[in-house]
């Protein structure tokens, strides 16, 4: 037993020995190690992890920082991070062999395959072709909080909604990224294959390309050792732990957990034609159509400061451009609490994978690019210094915006309603459901799985701020305002969010809630009471409860909660009934400040 551990040991020792030799022996990686420490400290940066490929192997794989930043874990090349929308690539590979099984063409129309696969309109119908879906060019924006707010493990479900989701334009008028028509070709690809999107990255790639450890949804990667926590950052210097997204039906837009070992060889089949170790995992006719323009992201001219980064176009699951010279074809990645960079060179066959335990962070790019420089032996830029300063920079507009906000706001207004009739159910087909209710003098959004705190801004608009540990996070710039607009009879209809910046605001229709109170239990209440010296008469008047008080006109009420009400169109007077072995007979009066 101790002779088999001893030789274990030397097994370790020679195999990190021989890695420190292969880095030290490259003199293009030369220092970066400090280099990559330096990058971890500037953003502050949890972890991160990083592997280089050149032709059919890993020259550099190395972890920085904490997997898990509380106990202090390393992160080391095995560990598994959230890899977001760099699984877009996988998806559309699974539709590339099945091109070359003769099962598709990318010409075809989407319904051919999911029936259940509709657009808003019908030229959309009609015109939409397989190959829009897989390069960003069908028109609609994003519509991400459709399921980002309104999950669902099931993805016929969530495709349905697309019928519902307007466009901003002509279908392959513009560019515009879409992770629903990700999650559409997943959903084709099951239909044709009678197998789950899941299995088939397993069968299609993860098998054949050795990703042992990768998987494909949080609760997979949870019951496993040596995973990354992810983190966001608080005011730009407090590091804070974040729960995993589980993207639960959306799996084709972005579910992968990998590591860059596993990532590597992934990589490493792009580079070489769609083989690995000699064996065919794509085909080669796809692998260049994928990499190849399909439609063009933005002008990306060339500019004073760097005038060797230009080209902005889009492939299968694949961003292109040219840097410094030389052709590069690169996703990223992003999802609640990590980031991501998966990038190629393909003339020059290198290839960089960055994981990072960071939310929206801007490290991947920067060790992307600094790496870049190395292995293509280029002038060499700071990225580290230039991509902070970028970003330190929007974080001012940010900022500059919600003061602008907050400055065009109409002082000494209030809303038309008192906040009790605000509550509701309020949907939308391309969305979902979720309900506003109102606690503690306040109105709460309530999806499922967050909480919104709605301060009022002014006349019908609100601001919303997401509530964590019982406490709303009031310094959110980017808060999503609530609009709400009224109908023909006074009532609270819908509410209005400008969820995309390319169309008008995403209108939620009102169901009121009706309170379970029968004819029958209100006039439980009925009855006189003396408050301070004046007798006050309640009494059921069709479905509702009245209030009369000596001297004052009569009040209807607003059932609000068991044995509570409002008085209608009057903020704060509230009023709670007593029980006492089944009777009556106290009631308490509140308002602001007083109650009696």
């Known amino acids: 037993m101790k002779t088999s551990c001893f030789l274990t040991g030397l097994i370790l020792?020679?195999?990190?020995?021989?890695?420190?030799?292969?880095?030290?022996?490259?003199?293009?990686?030369?220092?970066?190690?400090?280099?990559?420490?330096?990058?971890?400290?500037?953003?502050?940066?949890?972890?991160?992890?990083?592997?280089?490929?050149?032709?059919?192997?890993?020259?550099?794989?190395?972890?920085?920082g904490y997997s898990d930043y509380e106990k202090k874990i390393a992160v080391t090349p095995n560990t598994l991070f959230a890899i977001g929308s760099c699984s877009k690539a996988f998806t559309c590979a699974i539709l590339g062999q099945l091109r070359n099984e003769g099962k598709l063409k990318f010409e075809d129309k989407p319904s051919k395959y999911a029936s259940d696969l509709k657009f808003f309109k019908d030229e959309m119908n009609n015109t939409i072709q397989i190959r829009d879906l897989m390069s960003h060019r069908t028109g609609l924006p994003r519509h991400d909080f459709s399921w980002y707010l309104f999950p669902s493990d099931s993805k016929d479900s969530l495709v349905q909604r697309i019928a519902y989701q307007e466009p901003f334009a002509g279908v392959r008028e513009h560019w515009y990224y879409n992770n629903f028509m990700f999650l559409a070709q997943g959903v084709i690809a099951e239909k044709i294959t009678g197998k789950s999107w899941e299995e088939n990255v397993r069968e299609n790639f993860f098998k054949p390309l050795g990703m042992e450890r990768s998987n494909l949804s949080i609760s997979e990667m949870q019951k496993v050792s040596d995973i990354a926590v992810g983190y966001g950052l608080e005011n730009e210097t407090t590091i804070k732990k974040m729960d995993y997204y589980h993207i639960a039906g959306m799996a084709p837009a972005g579910s992968i957990n990998s590591s860059v070992n596993e990532m590597s060889n992934w990589v490493i089949t792009w580079i070489n034609g769609g083989k690995f170790k000699g064996k065919e995992i794509l085909p080669a006719s796809y692998v260049t159509e994928a990499i190849s323009s399909q439609m063009v992201i933005g002008a990306a001219l060339p500019d004073k400061s760097n005038p060797d980064l230009h080209l902005s176009n889009y492939g299968y699951g694949w961003a292109l451009s040219s840097y410094k010279g030389h052709y590069r074809v690169e996703h990223g990645g992003n999802i609640d609490g990590f980031s991501a960079s998966t990038s190629f060179f393909p003339t020059d066959s290198v290839g960089i994978v960055v994981l990072v335990n960071q939310d929206g962070s801007g490290v991947p790019s920067v060790v992307r690019n600094i790496i870049s420089?190395?292995?293509?032996?280029?002038?060499?830029?700071?990225?580290?210094?230039?991509?902070?300063?970028?970003?330190?920079?929007?974080?001012?507009?940010?900022?500059?915006?919600?003061?602008?906000?907050?400055?065009?706001?109409?002082?000494?207004?209030?809303?038309?309603?008192?906040?009790?009739?605000?509550?509701?159910?309020?949907?939308?087909?391309?969305?979902?459901?979720?309900?506003?209710?109102?606690?503690?003098?306040?109105?709460?959004?309530?999806?499922?799985?967050?909480?919104?705190?709605?301060?009022?801004?002014?006349?019908?608009?609100?601001?919303?701020?997401?509530?964590?540990?019982?406490?709303?996070?009031?310094?959110?710039?980017?808060?999503?305002?609530?609009?709400?607009?009224?109908?023909?009879?006074?009532?609270?209809?819908?509410?209005?969010?400008?969820?995309?910046?390319?169309?008008?605001?995403?209108?939620?229709?009102?169901?009121?809630?009706?309170?379970?109170?029968?004819?029958?239990?209100?006039?439980?209440?009925?009855?006189?009471?003396?408050?301070?010296?004046?007798?006050?008469?309640?009494?059921?008047?069709?479905?509702?409860?009245?209030?009369?008080?000596?001297?004052?006109?009569?009040?209807?009420?607003?059932?609000?909660?068991?044995?509570?009400?409002?008085?209608?169109?009057?903020?704060?007077?509230?009023?709670?009934?007593?029980?006492?072995?089944?009777?009556?007979?106290?009631?308490?009066?509140?308002?602001?400040?007083?109650?009696?």
């Open 13 to 64: 020792l020679s195999v990190v020995a021989y890695s420190q030799k292969k880095s030290a022996a490259d003199t293009r990686l030369a220092g970066l190690d400090t280099e990559l420490q330096k990058v971890l400290d500037t953003w502050k940066v949890p972890g991160l992890a990083v592997a280089v490929v050149e032709k059919n192997k890993i020259i550099y794989a190395r972890g920085f």
């Open 373 to 596: 420089d190395r292995m293509l032996k280029v002038k060499a830029t700071d990225w580290n210094k230039e991509l902070k300063s970028r970003r330190d920079k929007a974080l001012q507009d940010q900022a500059a915006a919600a003061k602008a906000r907050t400055s065009n706001k109409v002082t000494g207004t209030k809303p038309s309603h008192i906040l009790a009739e605000f509550t509701g159910k309020y949907s939308h087909p391309g969305y979902g459901d979720f309900t506003i209710s109102y606690e503690r003098d306040s109105l709460f959004a309530v999806f499922k799985r967050v909480k919104l705190w709605l301060g009022h801004h002014h006349y019908d608009i609100f601001n919303s701020y997401l509530v964590e540990n019982g406490k709303p996070d009031t310094t959110d710039a980017n808060s999503t305002q609530f609009q709400f607009f009224t109908s023909e009879t006074g009532e609270i209809a819908k509410v209005a969010l400008k969820l995309e910046p390319t169309i008008s605001a995403i209108e939620f229709k009102r169901t009121p809630i009706k309170m379970d109170v029968s004819k029958d239990a209100l006039a439980q209440y009925a009855g006189e009471y003396e408050l301070a010296g004046v007798v006050t008469k309640f009494f059921v008047k069709g479905t509702t409860l009245h209030l009369i008080v000596p001297g004052q006109p009569e009040y209807e009420l607003v059932s609000i909660g068991k044995h509570k009400f409002m008085i209608k169109g009057f903020e704060g007077f509230k009023i709670e009934f007593i029980e006492n072995n089944g009777s009556f007979p106290e009631v308490v009066f509140n308002q602001p400040n007083w109650s009696v």
